[in-house]
């Protein structure tokens, strides 16, 4: 590999996660470089990180003297620029795209109204206490995990995994939402296959170093 990688990452953060089963899927060796979401009003808003990211928002991966942000487009740059190493993306084109919009369901539909800025602004906006902020989350985690159950559940296509029997980037994306999911107390007894495929994924060594508990800034 012609240069390092490098990942600014929280540890609890849904979309650095994303991120880090990625690079572990994939085998990439990468500097982990974490960003405190909530010290000192959050080290993301700092001047230093946002000549990195103006979003403010993690995951950044930097590659040599390119900076992609985004997790989704960092998993496909990934698959772009190291095509030797695990394909998280199908080859056929009907399964990459089957891939992507569960990826999406879960990247663009779900996970923003429950993350750490949404949190923060219901309590300052609206004075949401702590058990309304938790309810509003489970409730978009339910919405969007009946669409995603019922696509895994009625698809010849589902394996092991969210796409066929491998890893996919689908499955990047599931496990972090499904970690969160048992944050927040959602029932999950009602996903029948979304636990399934959680429970294969947890069974990876990639998947297992990529866990918060598993990061050099957790926070026991």
Same mark, same amino acid.
Request: charged content about 25%; aromatic content about 8%; some cysteine.
């Given at each position: 590999?012609?240069?390092?990688?490098?990942?600014?990452?929280?540890?609890?953060?849904?979309?650095?996660?994303?991120?880090?089963?990625?690079?572990?899927?994939?085998?990439?060796?990468?500097?982990?470089?974490?960003?405190?979401?909530?010290?000192?009003?959050?080290?993301?808003?700092?001047?230093?990180?946002?000549?990195?990211?103006?979003?403010?928002?993690?995951?950044?991966?930097?590659?040599?003297?390119?900076?992609?942000?985004?997790?989704?487009?960092?998993?496909?740059?990934?698959?772009?620029?190291?095509?030797?190493?695990?394909?998280?993306?199908?080859?056929?084109?009907?399964?990459?795209?089957?891939?992507?919009?569960?990826?999406?369901?879960?990247?663009?539909?779900?996970?923003?109204?429950?993350?750490?800025?949404?949190?923060?602004?219901?309590?300052?906006?609206?004075? !949401?206490?702590? #058990? =309304?902020?938790? $309810?509003?989350? +489970?409730?978009?985690?339910? %919405?969007?995990? *009946? /669409?995603?159950?019922?696509?895994?559940?009625?698809?010849?296509?589902?394996?092991?995994?969210?796409?066929?029997?491998?890893?996919?980037?689908?499955?990047?994306?599931?496990?972090?939402?499904?970690?969160?999911?048992?944050?927040?107390?959602?029932?999950?007894?009602?996903?029948?296959?979304?636990?399934?495929?959680? !429970?294969?994924? #947890? =069974?990876?060594? $990639?998947?297992? +170093?990529?866990?918060?508990? %598993?990061?050099? *800034? /957790?926070?026991?």
């Amino acid at each position: 590999m012609a240069n390092e990688l490098t990942l600014y990452s929280y540890w609890r953060s849904s979309a650095a996660y994303r991120a880090r089963i990625a690079l572990n899927l994939k085998s990439l060796e990468y500097t982990l470089k974490p960003v405190h979401l909530l010290r000192d009003g959050g080290e993301q808003h700092a001047a230093a990180f946002r000549e990195v990211n103006p979003q403010q928002l993690i995951p950044v991966l930097v590659d040599g003297d390119r900076v992609i942000r985004q997790s989704l487009a960092i998993i496909e740059y990934l698959d772009d620029a190291f095509p030797e190493t695990k394909r998280l993306l199908p080859v056929a084109a009907r399964d990459r795209a089957r891939v992507r919009a569960m990826a999406q369901m879960i990247a663009c539909d779900i996970h923003p109204l429950g993350n750490l800025r949404v949190q923060q602004y219901l309590e300052r906006e609206f004075g !949401a206490d702590e #058990a =309304q902020r938790q $309810a509003w989350t +489970r409730h978009w985690i339910m %919405a969007g995990f *009946d /669409a995603l159950e019922a696509l895994l559940a009625n698809n010849p296509s589902t394996g092991v995994f969210c796409e066929g029997d491998a890893p996919t980037l689908a499955d990047c994306c599931l496990v972090p939402q499904v970690y969160n999911a048992r944050r927040f107390g959602v029932n999950l007894a009602p996903y029948r296959s979304i636990v399934r495929i959680d !429970a294969a994924c #947890a =069974q990876l060594d $990639a998947f297992k +170093r990529a866990a918060p508990e %598993a990061q050099p *800034d /957790a926070q026991k």
